[in-house]
């Protein structure tokens, strides 16, 4: 069958919206999680799990996070990820070499963690009284804080957990190199895969993009990313439609029967993968999201923080949903300026709005 936008958009629906499942089963098959520190009404990877993790509630991924198979890294982004999946990146190279003064730093806070097991920024602050530092938004921030994120990010920490929100650190483990790539060309592919598992189909520009990202995740290997793309092309399967090319895994059929959509509404949050690409969700939806967050609000065209809006195979709008006085507020907008006629929309809405409810722990009204 021929691979059309129709086909395109159910496959990308069907093949990321799979069957609630476990937790850690749901963490394994997205590959990646990202997450985002804003509120409204959740984090962003409480609102990406909610549709694919059975009963899941708000805050269950840091409740449990300590008991799961995961790691909090920089992959593409910043977010949760899979043990093996970090250990393909590490140890990591900065691009930013260390002077001595500050790897003696970070051995003096090595050795304090080694000798509590987990400790909160603010004891290491309140033990070596590192100062203030400016960040980088020209801010002044705790330059212990700043001193942790450095480490965890070269690898000698790891997040244990979170205290009211505020990481935790304890010292990382490397994992035995059995099983890894040796080839860093290999694990580079292997990363590719897990960007691939998770936003196919992909527009050659954004798969490109996303290589590029891996910089971040594994700066010392950045000068092997372009033949990582070029590999990348010549082991998946893609179609160019309506002039993009877009690439998805060979094992994969886009054009299945088996991607029917459902009568089901959904509100997404901005960072899901069905959405997360913005020049796809433009050619498959035929109109423009922008996340709004950091837009001054007189610039804003749909709110802070709006939740796209998935009914059947088709984003129709968006919603801002609030928590005000233990009662959930949702503000939807609809790109033809009206909802859906008919009762089905209607019971689908409400069916998304107690499942809100239920994830936010709030009361049925």
Not at 225 to 232: E, K, T, V
Not at 279 to 308: I, M, N, Q, S
């Amino acid at each position: 069958m021929p691979i059309t936008p129709d086909t395109l958009r159910r496959y990308a629906i069907a093949r990321t919206l799979f069957a609630p499942t476990t937790l850690p089963r749901a963490i394994a098959r997205l590959g990646f999680v990202q997450a985002d520190p804003i509120r409204a009404p959740a984090r962003a990877q409480d609102l990406t799990l909610r549709h694919r993790v059975k009963g899941y509630r708000a805050g269950d991924l840091e409740r449990r996070y300590a008991a799961l198979d995961i790691e909090e890294d920089f992959f593409v982004n910043y977010g949760f990820l899979p043990r093996a999946t970090q250990a393909l990146m590490h140890p990591r190279t900065p691009r930013t070499a260390l002077t001595p003064a500050r790897r003696k730093q970070m051995d003096a806070v090595l050795a304090f963690v080694q000798a509590h097991g987990v400790v909160h920024p603010r004891a290491v602050d309140a033990h070596f009284a590192h100062g203030k530092s400016r960040n980088w938004f020209g801010g002044s921030s705790n330059a212990s804080t700043q001193l942790l994120d450095d480490m965890h990010y070269r690898g000698l920490l790891r997040i244990a957990g979170r205290a009211s929100g505020v990481r935790t650190y304890a010292e990382r483990i490397a994992p035995a190199a059995q099983g890894l790539p040796d080839d860093p060309q290999l694990a580079l592919d292997a990363l590719v895969d897990v960007i691939v598992h998770k936003y196919a189909p992909l527009p050659e520009r954004t798969l490109g993009e996303l290589i590029s990202h891996l910089r971040g995740g594994a700066p010392q290997w950045a000068h092997l990313r372009r033949d990582a793309l070029g590999r990348a092309k010549e082991r998946l399967a893609s179609a160019t439609v309506d002039g993009q090319t877009y690439y998805w895994s060979a094992t994969e059929n886009p054009a299945s029967l088996r991607h029917a959509p459902d009568e089901v509404v959904r509100l997404l949050a901005p960072f899901d993968p069905l959405v997360w690409d913005r020049r796809r969700f433009e050619h498959l939806w035929g109109w423009a999201y922008r996340f709004e967050a950091y837009t001054p609000a007189p610039k804003r065209v749909r709110g802070y923080y709006a939740l796209p809006l998935l009914w059947h195979d088709q984003v129709i709008g968006w919603g801002n949903v609030a928590v005000v006085d233990g009662a959930l507020h949702a503000d939807l907008g609809y790109t033809a300026g009206k909802p859906p006629s008919g009762t089905a929309y209607k019971t689908a809405l409400a069916d998304e709005l107690d499942r809100l409810r239920a994830f936010l722990h709030l009361e049925a009204p």
